[in-house]
């Protein structure tokens, strides 16, 4: 079974920054395999934000392009997810998981607010 632990969320005022964390464990295939970000707003479906392959090549969805930076460190079996100048738009709950194939298993996700 996998864990996933997503963090660091909160409310935040538009313009500002939030770095996520997401903590991978239990029977994961591979820590190296591409991971992703995803988030789903009130009455929303679940869309994917950003994704990071085993090599770290990385890519974005239009929305975030320029704002979203992720990144991982395998040692430590942990993806990030830093977010700049938020918008009131980003506000969401945001999940990580395996990308292209998630895990049947969700963590409980990371609330992010952005509201003044």
């Known amino acids: 079974q996998v864990q996933l632990v997503e963090s660091g969320g909160g409310l935040v005022q538009p313009g500002g920054s939030l770095r996520l964390s997401c903590a991978a464990s239990?029977?994961?295939?591979?820590?190296?395999?591409?991971w992703a970000w995803y988030r789903q707003a009130p009455g929303k479906q679940r869309e994917l934000v950003a994704r990071?392959?085993?090599?770290?090549?990385?890519r974005y969805a239009e929305s975030v392009k320029g704002r979203f930076t992720i990144s991982r460190d395998n040692a430590k079996n942990t993806v990030y997810l830093q977010m700049n100048s938020l918008k009131p738009d980003d506000t969401a709950v945001y999940y990580c998981?395996?990308?292209?194939?998630?895990?049947?298993?969700w963590g409980q996700g990371s609330q992010v607010t952005v509201s003044s």
């Open positions: 239990g029977s994961i295939a591979s820590i190296y395999d591409a």
């Open positions: 998981n395996s990308y292209p194939k998630p895990y049947d298993t």
């Open positions: 990071i392959n085993s090599s770290g090549t990385t």
